[in-house]
């Protein structure tokens, strides 16, 4: 399934579900406290979102997945603690005598051209991986892992997300150097890409 909001996740939906196949279930809060939420417009709070984990435990799934976002417009440092604090709920939620385990999956927020968000500015690499680590160090236990988005990738794709047509000599140089599969860490070229700005005169920044 893809990610669901955690109040659609019904028991009659997960009854459903393991007829067929016991699936994983990806449940996606966006952000780690509910001041947040509302501001994207995600207006879900603690208890339900921890209601829903709880229901799935109960009914024999031993792994959620979980989806945040980080570097949102208004974040504060209060906010990513809430995804730690959330986290460690949800891993509480599991019933006595079973361990929960969660994969906890960290996108960058990057603001796209017609959103509300189009003009706000995107968290530089450094201030995402500051923000990784915080998180990652505030996680580190038994039935978790993380996985996240590499902040040079998710930098390019604010640079393509809201540049111009000028992009398009951009794109084609770095192919050109031979920029190929980039969605996969073991091709991804950063190196390659930085040249083709510079061959071009552009700043990506």
């Given at each position: 399934?893809?990610?669901?909001?955690?109040?659609?996740?019904?028991?009659?939906?997960?009854?459903?579900?393991k007829r067929v196949r016991r699936t994983g279930l990806t449940l996606a809060p966006e952000a780690g406290s509910e001041r947040l939420r509302r501001l994207i417009n995600k207006n879900l709070d603690e208890e339900?979102?921890?209601?829903?984990?709880?229901?799935?435990?109960?009914?024999?799934?031993?792994l959620l997945k979980l989806y945040f976002m980080i570097g949102l417009p208004g974040e504060t440092p209060?906010?990513?603690?809430?995804?730690?604090?959330?986290?460690?709920?949800?891993?509480?939620?599991?019933p006595k005598g079973r361990r929960g385990r969660v994969n906890l999956s960290l996108s960058t927020f990057?603001?796209?051209?017609?959103?509300?968000?189009?003009?706000?500015?995107?968290?530089?690499?450094?201030?995402?991986?500051?923000?990784?680590?915080?998180?990652?160090?505030?996680l580190e236990r038994q039935g978790l892992r993380f996985k996240w988005s590499d902040p040079r990738l998710s930098f390019l794709e604010g640079v393509f997300a809201r540049?111009?047509?000028?992009?398009g000599?951009?794109?084609?140089?770095?192919?050109?150097?031979?920029?190929r599969l980039d969605g996969w860490g073991d091709h991804f070229r950063y190196d390659l890409?930085?040249?083709?700005?510079?061959?071009?005169?552009l700043d990506p920044s």
């Open positions: 399934l893809p990610s669901l909001r955690a109040d659609s996740l019904t028991s009659e939906m997960m009854a459903q579900i339900t979102i921890t209601a829903s984990a709880a229901r799935a435990f109960n009914a024999g799934w031993q209060e906010d990513l603690e809430a995804i730690n604090t959330l986290t460690r709920q949800i891993l509480k939620a599991a990057i603001p796209k051209a017609h959103t509300p968000f189009q003009w706000e500015p995107q968290s530089s690499m450094e201030e995402v991986r500051q923000k990784q680590k915080f998180l990652r160090q505030g540049g111009d047509r000028r992009l000599k951009v794109l084609e140089t770095a192919y050109q150097l031979g920029c890409w930085e040249k083709a700005f510079l061959q071009c005169g």
